[in-house]
């Protein structure tokens, strides 16, 4: 797990993309590709000095195995292109981390995600708000970027508040 300060550190670049990711994919039901690029470039340009060297090379390892993951489970149908691009960029992150923590937080923030997206459908006075995003009406997709900005934020909140 990252220390509190070193996961600040990540956070204000990572915050503020993957607001922008969210809302995007809330928004047209896509991820823009400036986005993917913008959080993939975080690990390299910040992660060297957050974690030991050998830990960032072993990061864009992940990345690598999750964009070819994330690419089978595209070819099947199962998942977006953009949510697999997103999803590999984000995933240096968790270098080091605790499996079961990351595990733990892929499951609430996945579930907690859908839940909040259909509640936020069924509400007229949010609906009137935002007519025009797509992510209301598709009724068989859901905007999974939401839920991957949610994992890497909260991860990132979780090794910054205190343990113990």
């Not at 499996?99 to 009137?128: A, D, K, T």
Request: with cysteine.
């Amino acid at each position: 797990m990252l220390e509190p300060v070193d996961a600040m550190i990540l956070l204000v670049p990572v915050l503020p993309i993957a607001i922008w990711a969210a809302v995007s994919d809330l928004k047209r039901m896509k991820i823009p590709n400036t986005a993917v690029l913008a959080m993939a470039a975080v690990w390299p340009l910040i992660g060297w000095y957050v974690v030991p060297w050998e830990s960032w090379l072993w990061g864009f390892a992940i990345m690598a195995v999750v964009f070819v993951a994330g690419f089978l489970l595209y070819l099947t149908g199962t998942f977006g292109a953009g949510d697999a691009k997103y999803s590999a960029a984000m995933s240096g992150i968790f270098v080091g981390g605790n499996i079961g923590e990351i595990l733990l937080i892929i499951f609430v923030s996945m579930i907690g995600s859908l839940i909040l997206h259909r509640i936020l459908r069924s509400m007229s006075f949010v609906r009137n708000r935002t007519p025009d995003w797509e992510s209301w009406t598709r009724k068989r997709f859901f905007p999974f970027g939401m839920a991957l900005s949610c994992i890497v934020v909260f991860y990132l909140l979780a090794a910054i508040w205190p343990q113990g």
